[in-house]
């Protein structure tokens, strides 16, 4: 039987599929079980930071293995412990829970704040503000804490304790926050499967001030925006600001499932021993893959990033049948005059992978996508936008 026939029988039908299947990788290109190769420029959503199979991460990947694969959080280990430094060394933040997913790195955040506004303010500031059109998660809470109601059809009850206030509306989230008992305020700098949409400085500067006013914690939900996509390590740099709690997962282990909580001084002993946990959370492998990641963020590496960025939009803008290119960094967002759907449909034809969010096309490379595969790939997608509309 065929892959596609076998993973329609066999897997839940969660996903819709491209009809490409993948055997292998190097670097910004991928291999399908059928011998065609093609240019990565969503790199699994923004997970594969270097790439596939990136020279420093498998050695330090594959060294890890060498010497155990997990020991659960009864006892320490190396890489667990030098993650979390490297983590908060480069961030200023105390210290670090891990997990293994986006989602999870969300669930924890909102335990923190929950906990430290009801030892600080009562049990009824237990409501957790978040943006429309924001993206949080798939678990029953953190789809609670998404603004974005067809992701809620059908799994109600709801986790309550959410409310959400438009991306900008400052006014309308300080009157919510008087109305409401608010335990804390997440959002993400820019929204991801919200079409990516970056915030404006304004009204992400207005909201860590009103934070700071109201002794709210304030979570950055970093796990698409982090680790350097943005050409900062987190996004929330660019604005200047001090969050609470950062949240981040996708490109942190350049390939290998881990999410990360960090926790700033004023909730960083909100929880104790049997508050939250997870079997797997600070699996030495993965935090080994991520150390790797982390430490290769430096001032140079960044400044890289962002050249490439820069590149990536000088290229797109304005071209035919792009109407508008958004986002920030290497995470970016194209309006296009045919629908995005097709104009992925069309890259895939012509060898080059791309994503969809929302009504545009998502690029997020890795990071370090030589500059030959990536003009080819702008190449390709440039064709593929001012294409007429075949349908
Ligand atoms: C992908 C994503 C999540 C969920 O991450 P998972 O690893 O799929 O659980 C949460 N928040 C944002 C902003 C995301 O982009």
Redesign the pocket.
Known sequence: MDIFALDQQYVAGTYGRFPVAIASGKGSLLTGTDGRTYIDMGSG??VTSFGIADATWLKAVTDQLQKIQHTSNLYYTTPCAQLAEALCGKTGMKKVFFS???????ECAIKYARKYSAQTKGEEYFTIITLEN??????LT?LSATGQEHYHELFRPLTPGFAHVKAGDLDGLEKLVESTPTAGIML?IV???GGVIALEEAFVKGVAQLCKEKDIPLII?????GNGRTGKLYAYMHYGITPDIV?T??GLGGGL?I?ATLLGEKVQNVLGPGDHGSTYGGNPVCCAGAISVIRRMDAEFMAQVAAKADFIRKTLEGAEGILAVTGLGMMVGIQTVRPAKEVVQSCMEKGVLCLTAKDKVRLLPALNIPMDVLSQALNVIKEACKEADLS
């Open positions: 959503i923004g293994n997913s986006g989602a999870e790195a969300n924001s993206f949080h998660g798939r678990t953190t993400e929204q991801g499967e939900d970093e796990v698409q925006t949240s997962a996708k499932p999410g």
